[in-house]
């Protein structure tokens, strides 16, 4: 039976009971889920819509469009009100909140288990086989299950890592112990060489790709996206929201709901991951599931834009040719995204702190002249010197 249950919609009572679980949290942990709480009161109650699923590539899942991206949720029960109205995929990794974000997954999880397809990632520095093998056998006694239905290798940057034979034992390995059902990638930086790896790899080991995707992705990218798709790549777009950055500019319209209909009306994407902290943006987001892409959204999306454009990195990495003392600009840029458009520090100082001193902005810092030439004409320096502000 196909995962994903509809409920017949969800309730003020459940908000607000929802939203007492908030209160705690935001005691607790600075959750936003009061604020949440005390928006449903006063609201009328929320019907979740119909949910729409697509195929997700040879590995057959049918997937909700709108699904789960769980690395910044810090509550379980937002979790399960989506896995209760529809949403049948998660994606989560070790590496989000030091593992912590495992664990409010399978507090989501429990009792749920069977109606939701679960996704996780190897650790980013993990090439061995031992440590592949021991991180998912870590992920599965923190999610609380015997197996995972994708292992994504995390962040691959270029194709190599995607024929390393140690690599792909392991995976096999996992595999034939039916501790993991399929093998996925996830990338930021050199997308179109890592999709197009995926699609030329003759044992076609990789069904899966997770790829930032979004209104202002180059065109290469979508390129390489069909071209996978075609070849039976699941795709699975995440950073559909070009960094979330909060802009005055939009007043007070949210530019989600048009990111993320522009990403699924490629039909060769099955779904998006966003990232949901609370009921609010649960309820923003699975509202889009079955909506068409309209020009008053294309409006939307060109005033963002235009609010963005002085600062928004599309990680494509070309720039990092161009630097004489090797700065991995892409990632310096990406953690700066998290800090100020996800708002998330602790995700954005441990995206950082990975970068060895040498490839950080700090490097920069005996550079006499920035020769960094981006693709997008921004000014390098000044996003390596407020990097360095940031995330000191
Ligand atoms: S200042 Fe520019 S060229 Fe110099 S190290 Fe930094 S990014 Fe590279
Ligand atoms: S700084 Fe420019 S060239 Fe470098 S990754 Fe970002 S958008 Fe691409």
Redesign the pocket.
Known sequence: MEKGKRAAGIGRRQFLKVGMVGTASAMLGGSALADAAVHYAQSAPFAFPQPVYRTLGRTGLKISVVSFGAMLTPEPEVLKIAFDNGVNYVDTARKYMDGRNEEIVARALKGRRDNVYVATKTLPGSRSKDDIIRDVETSLRTLETDHVDIIQLHNLTDKDRIFVPETREALARLKKDGKVRFCGATTHKNQPEVLNALVDDKDRFFDTCLVGYNFESPKEVGEAINRAAGAGVGIIAMKTQAGGYKTGALGKISPHQAALKWALQNPNVTMAIPGMKDLAQLQEDIAVMGMPFQYADERILRRYHAAVAGFYCDLCGT?EG??????E?STVNRSLMYAEGYRDRGLALSTYRELPVTAS?D??L???????QCAKGLN??SK?ARARAVLA
């Open positions: 720039c161009t630097c004489p003392q090797g700065v600009i902005a490097a920069c005996d550079c006499p002249v920035c020769t960094a390098i320096a390596m």
